[in-house]
Each structure stands twice: as structure tokens, then as C-alpha cells.
């Protein structure tokens, strides 16, 4: 089978580090269309000041589908605690950084990274130039910046009502559209919702070609609501947003988290305005999605996606739709 994930954030790298083992026995061809809309912390500081794509989300990407998880991994992943200049800073950020002045191209660097690291997979950013996502609040506010809007949203003055990019006309590599059009099987999410996945879908070039794809399209929900971007959203409210972003329903099936975290998990949670997504599997249903819920998470000191459970759904999702 051919899989490509879309989306960025700790959600795509988490649910990279589980299907990677599927790799090359189930799955033949596997490659992660990452967004680099990302301008808060070191990759903000990195695109301010060298002017390069947002490494972030790409370098977790990387280290996700890494064949050994070893010495080299943990390298890349090392953030300095200090050092003037370099607080903040991790490794795998200024490396891609850096590659990316030597060889002149952006894809170049991920490449070469990728393949000093021996990844399980490829790594396409979903576009190669500076861009930013703006997005018009209810109350009319219009604000630039994947960090800025996070932050607006959690004055609550409003929700998203729209959403794009800026410049609108980037194109996105050669590479991420073969694969979409090649896919079997397109995975979105998880992930933030409006600054992690739907900013891949702001390329108008990725967008057309997911749309045209005749692959099986699966959306994996977030397992709690993200204040400042779905306050409150049920599953089927995520799902409502990407097709409106988009204009057309894609959507083939959802896999939807149904089991609540430990009760102090969501007290902790709450205290920051978020909460376990509603999973109102009618609502879904009745939008011609076929549903998967399931119990999939793994709570620590925070709720994430249980990456071995979530992996034994997809497996599930992907032989139902082959049949």
C-alpha cells in the first residue's frame, strides 16, 4: 500500500512513529506531507533571521520515521538551555537550517537529512517557500501568524470563520503531488486543526490534488479540543471546518478517540480550557463518513494518541476499504 500522511505538529510525528513498523511489509511507500507555516519558538526565530522554511514540524517528522531512534536521533532533538544566541534552539533546527544556506534549497536539506538519519519513509514539506496563514475571527479581527492566531483565539473574542495563506500562489514540490496522486490510502491529521493540518491545504496545488486523488481519505480527530483554535469543537465540527476550508466533502472515514482520559487528566486540561472531543458519531455518519471509534489513547503527563492503538485502527480502516 502507498501512504501518505498530511499535517505537522507533535499529532503527524506521533502517528509517523507508530506506521513506520508497517514499513516495507504492509506499507511499500510512505511519506508525510509536512506543513512549515510555523513561526513561534526556534523555528520562528530561524525563518526571521536566516529566512528559511520553518524547520520545526519537518525535524520532528524526520526523527519520527528515523530507522533506530539512537544517539543521532536524540542529537537532533537536543534543545539548548543556554548559550547566548542558542537558548531555545534545537539541534535539528539549525542543522536543517544551515544544510539549507549550503545547498541553496530547502528540499535538498530534508533530503540529505533524512537520509543521514536512515528514515523509514520520505519527508516533503508541503511547500519550499516563506509563507504564512491568516485567519478572519468572527468578530472581524483578521490575524496573521500560525502563533498569533492561537493566541487571539484564546481571548475568545470570536472563532475562525476563514482562513488562508500568504502569498496565496505558492506551489507546492513535484514530489508531495505525485505522491498524492499515487496514494492508496491519504491519512490527515492528527493535529492542530487550523495550524497544522488545514495549512497544507491552504497550497491551492495540494489541495486540487488531494480532491482529485482516488485514494481512500481517512481524518484521525484530536483527542482534546485545543483552546484558541476548537474551543469546544465536537469531532464532526473538525471535520465541517476542513470541508469548508477545502469547499468540497473528501472525506472517506473517521477515526474518532471515545474513551475519557483520567477524571484529573481533564481537570488539568480544563484549567486550560480544553477538554475531550465530543464524539458525536451520527453527526458523521450522517455526512457519509464511515466511522471508527475506538479507545485510543495513552495518558501520561498529557493525552496523547496511543500510537500502537492507533495504528491497529488504521490497519483495520485500510483492509475494510481494500475489500
Known sequence: MRVVAVGGGTGLSSLLRGIKHLVPDTIRDLSAIVTVADNGGSSGRLREEMQVPAPGDIRNCIVALAEDEDILTQVFQYRFSNGNGLKGHSFGNL???????????????????????KIKGEIIPSTDKLVDIVAQFSDGAIIKGETQITEYGKQLKGKIVRIWMEPSDVEAPQKALEKIRDADFIILGPGSLYTSIIPNLLVKDIKEAILNSKAYKIYICNVMTQYGETYKFSASQHIKAIHETVGEEFID???INTTLPPHELI?????ENSQPVTADVPEIVDMGITVYAKDLIEAGDYVRHNPEKLTAVLLEVMEKARV
Open 95 to 117: 542543522f536543517l537550517s544551515v544544510l539549507t544556506k549550503i545547498t541553496g534549497d530547502f528540499l535538498d536539506a530534508v533530503e540529505i537529512t533524512s537520509n543521514i538519519l
Open 253 to 255: 472515514a473517521a477515526i
Open 267 to 271: 481537570e488539568k486540561y480544563m484549567r
